[in-house]
């Protein structure tokens, strides 16, 4: 009997444990407020890169409304908030954090964790902010329509589509952005263990106002 209540409390542990590992490994999003933030024109106006940003964290509802913005799903077809060449929707955005490295799904509207650890530091650190949203084109959805050179065009002009989006939402709700082409593209790639056609594109450094 204490043999039988011993393994119990085991599996117990062992459950928990689980749990908890698997509640670090995703991250649910929240619901976005679709009636936040001021009109296009006075985005268009307030829009500007920043320079600094304050060392607070991004809440959650902030974070899920900039990543809806930026790539979201905003119709039942699953198509984006961000237009696409030929509706590839090649871009991914990986979001840097403190704590972990995340890919956001947007079809499950939730983050999935790649790599733990404070992985930042591969941006540099001018600008450095609580959250940095990485831009990956994945070039092979584009099959073999035009030539290598076409389609990472494509793959960057899809890019900055979505910053847009990004900086845009960012204006209109006292978010501070700033799109960075610089970056250790080698490390990137070996940390997040990307393919050969998985092109990191820009940064983006996302904050509040210092």
Same mark, same amino acid.
């Given at each position: 009997?204490?043999?039988?209540?011993?393994?119990? +409390?085991?599996?117990?542990?062992?459950?928990? *444990?689980?749990?908890?590992?698997?509640?670090?490994?995703?991250?649910?999003?929240?619901?976005?407020?679709?009636?936040?933030?001021?009109?296009? *024109?006075?985005?268009?106006?307030? $829009? %500007?890169?920043?320079?600094?940003?304050?060392?607070?964290?991004?809440? !959650?509802?902030?974070?899920?409304?900039?990543?809806?913005?930026?790539? &979201?799903?905003?119709?039942?077809? &699953?198509? $984006?908030?961000?237009?696409?060449?030929?509706?590839?929707?090649?871009?991914?955005?990986?979001?840097?954090?403190?704590? &972990?490295?995340? !890919?956001?799904?947007?079809? +499950?509207? %939730?983050?999935?964790?790649?790599?733990? #650890?404070?992985?930042?530091?591969?941006? /540099?650190?001018? #600008?450095?902010?609580?959250?940095?949203?990485?831009?990956?084109?994945? !070039?092979?959805?584009?099959? %073999?329509? /035009?030539?290598?050179?076409?389609? %990472?065009?494509? #793959?960057?002009?899809?890019? &900055?589509?979505?910053?847009?989006?990004?900086?845009?939402?960012?204006?209109?709700?006292?978010?501070?952005?700033?799109? $960075? +082409?610089?970056?250790?593209?080698? /490390?990137?790639?070996?940390?997040?263990?990307? #393919?050969?056609?998985?092109?990191?594109?820009?940064?983006?450094?996302? /904050?509040?106002?210092?």
């Amino acid at each position: 009997m204490k043999h039988t209540m011993k393994k119990i +409390a085991t599996l117990g542990l062992a459950l928990l *444990m689980a749990n908890a590992v698997s509640a670090q490994q995703t991250i649910k999003l929240e619901k976005v407020d679709m009636n936040r933030g001021a009109s296009v *024109m006075q985005a268009l106006s307030n $829009r %500007q890169s920043a320079n600094e940003f304050s060392d607070t964290k991004l809440s !959650l509802a902030d974070l899920s409304a900039v990543l809806w913005a930026g790539n &979201g799903i905003n119709r039942p077809d &699953g198509r $984006r908030t961000a237009a696409s060449a030929m509706n590839r929707q090649d871009v991914d955005i990986y979001v840097f954090t403190d704590n &972990g490295v995340w !890919l956001y799904d947007a079809a +499950a509207s %939730q983050l999935n964790q790649v790599v733990s #650890g404070d992985n930042r530091k591969l941006f /540099g650190d001018r #600008g450095m902010s609580p959250v940095i949203l990485l831009l990956v084109s994945d !070039l092979s959805k584009f099959g %073999q329509v /035009g030539s290598a050179e076409e389609r %990472q065009m494509m #793959g960057c002009i899809d890019a &900055g589509i979505v910053y847009q989006n990004i900086a845009l939402f960012g204006a209109a709700n006292d978010i501070c952005t700033r799109p $960075r +082409a610089m970056m250790d593209k080698a /490390g990137v790639k070996a940390l997040l263990k990307l #393919g050969d056609l998985q092109l990191p594109v820009l940064n983006v450094p996302v /904050g509040y106002k210092k």
